[in-house]
């Protein structure tokens, strides 16, 4: 089972469109795929037609029992999605008071962690998405996760908050035992502005090995998709953004995995 | 001394535009305007030349004077901008640890409000930008300010999330002596989709006392403009994107007050 975490600090920079156009195509090329909402405001989960302030089970109850001294059943948690071979472990908003209750707590970093070692026969990729914070729940998106994908919008002020990312990257990968590969994926890249190219130029100059050798650009199929509740690749499967996330998978992926 | 703040849980909707455009015109129109950087992100005070990171003061010497039982000083901690007549009191990176260190703590919500009060002889005008979650900085924005700009992006998903953002404003209202009017302001409204004026047609059904009359266009030149760490109304004033603030304002400000 792989585990990636879609991460950025800054708000809107396509996260939670990154999980749900690679969770789309994952799935469709027959993987069982879990998406883990991690965003207390819960994009994803109103996105895939569930209500983030909806009763119990999700993400919040692993952090339960976790405070309880217990391992949570993630697999009580998981829900169906309108994509066949797509599921979810849906977001709460209760995840917002998780670093006032528990953030000084030790322990509360590989909850997540955890919780997906209990999952490794059911599916073959989970792909967690992450708040616009820093806090206990990015913390343990990236004690969990493989490989941490970072979405970038091509633009200046983006670039300032990237490196205080990256920074936080390395500190957190320290902790680890093995390291933590981050790809930064260029997002909503519109070849109309002087920003986009400019800052793109900027990106690769800085980080030239971790920044993905193409972009996603700017498409309002995106918006259109949310509407329909399904990832954009079902949705709009010619869709130009979403022909450049296939790409981004099939990198990803490597050459040795087929698509 | 007027304070507004632009708030909304959801990530890159333009809070922190609305606040660097809105504060940019009133600057120009002679009103002595203070900008509050409330998100450990910075980006606002990326925008205007200034390290979130850096050094002591700030708004976190605010919080850190209070948990010591003082009201700071939020005069020393205010910094200049490229913009005549436009101040700023920067964020800092360790606001983000303010929820896990303080959050249970009582009268830490009020931090804001004391500070600003110092300040009502120097400023005119004060505009709050809040981080994109609900937490105790966001909480400190809706005590001190008047008015809240709820700025939301013409699109699906944006309208789930905004029902929990008007139900957490009218609980926090609950707790005020006077009640907290909300406007919610539509952005990146982009008519080339289907998206943008369907939901746009949702939001005035659903708030119709409280939507804008107008909309916020998107506009390349938003991006462009943080390169300059301009105010967008400095940087391109004919700008059809600050023409539309522009008007937010003159509607803002009411039929009395000079333009
Ligand atoms: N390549 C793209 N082209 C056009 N629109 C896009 C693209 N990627 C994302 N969007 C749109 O931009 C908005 C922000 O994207 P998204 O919600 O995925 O960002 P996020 O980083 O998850 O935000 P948050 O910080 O709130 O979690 C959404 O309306 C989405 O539909
Ligand atoms: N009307 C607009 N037209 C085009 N681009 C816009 C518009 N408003 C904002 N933007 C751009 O969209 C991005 C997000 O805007 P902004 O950073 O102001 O949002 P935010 O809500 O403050 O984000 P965060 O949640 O990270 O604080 C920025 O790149 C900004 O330049
Ligand atoms: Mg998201
Ligand atoms: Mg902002």
Redesign the pocket.
């Known amino acids: 089972m792989r585990v990636w975490a879609s991460a950025n600090q ?3 920079v396509g996260k939670t469109t990154t999980v749900a156009c690679l969770g789309g195509l994952l799935a469709e090329s027959g993987r069982r795929t879990l998406l883990v909402d991690l965003d207390p405001h819960g994009s994803l989960t109103g996105y895939l037609g569930h209500d983030p302030e909806g009763g119990e089970g999700g993400v919040y109850a692993l952090f339960q029992a976790a405070a309880e001294g217990r391992v949570g059943d993630a697999a009580a948690g998981v829900v169906a999605t309108g994509a066949d071979g797509l599921w979810l472990l849906p977001a709460r908003t209760a995840l917002a008071t998780l670093d006032r209750q528990f953030g000084t707590r030790e322990g509360m970093g590989l909850v997540i962690a955890r919780a997906l070692a209990g999952l490794t026969a059911r599916f073959d990729f989970v792909l967690i998405d992450c708040p ?1 914070m820093l806090g206990l729940l990015m913390v343990n998106a990236l004690a969990a996760c493989e490989r941490v994908l970072v979405p970038v ?1 091509t ?1 200046y ?2 670039l300032q908050g990237l490196d205080r990312m990256m920074r936080t990257l390395a500190m957190v990968t320290r902790a680890r035992p093995q390291p933590l590969p981050a790809l930064i994926v260029p997002t909503l890249f519109d070849r109309r502005t002087r920003a986009s190219p400019e800052s793109l130029r900027r990106l690769r100059a800085r980080y030239p090995q971790q920044t993905w050798r193409s972009v996603i650009p700017v498409d309002t199929r995106f918006r259109e998709a949310t509407r329909a509740g399904l990832p954009p690749s079902a949705a709009y499967p010619q869709a130009r953004g979403v022909q450049a996330y296939r790409e981004l998978l099939a990198d990803l992926l490597g050459p040795g995995e087929t698509r």
Do not use: V
């Open positions: 800054k708000g809107g616009p919008q633009e002020l983006a």
